[in-house]
Nanobody
């Protein structure tokens, strides 16, 4: 079992930056693909960004390309650096992980095995 714990959420103003972290604990011996998703009130959980186990391959949702950067370190940490934040970025952000081959990453909610509890990001104008 792998446990994921997010941190770094908070309330910011439009145009500000914020960094989220995801710490993995438990059985982290395998290679893992990791990702960030978000869910706004009344909406479905949506893909934000994904990364393969060593950080060499990334994928981003169109809405965040050029503003967000995902990275992974030592299979046990994932980071999401967010800049130029907008009110529509307001959501609970979730970290997700899945045992995967070294080159692989995934963008669907149903692909992921492990989830964190989420961290709130609120962007005010």
């Amino acid at each position: 079992q792998v446990q994921l714990s997010e941190s770094g959420g908070g309330s910011v103003q439009v145009g500000d930056s914020l960094s989220l972290s995801c710490a993995a604990s438990g059985r982290t011996l395998s290679t893992y693909a990791m990702a960030w998703f978000r869910q706004a009130p009344g909406k479905e959980r949506e893909f934000v960004a994904a990364v393969n186990w060593n950080g060499t391959k990334t994928e981003y949702a169109d809405l965040v390309k050029g503003r967000f950067t995902i990275s992974q370190a030592n299979v046990k940490m994932s980071y999401l650096q967010m800049s130029s934040l907008q009110p529509e970025d307001t959501a609970v952000y979730y970290c997700a992980a899945k045992p995967a081959q070294s080159h692989a990453y995934y963008t669907r909610v149903e692909d992921y095995t492990y989830w964190g509890q989420g961290t709130q990001v609120t962007v005010s104008s």
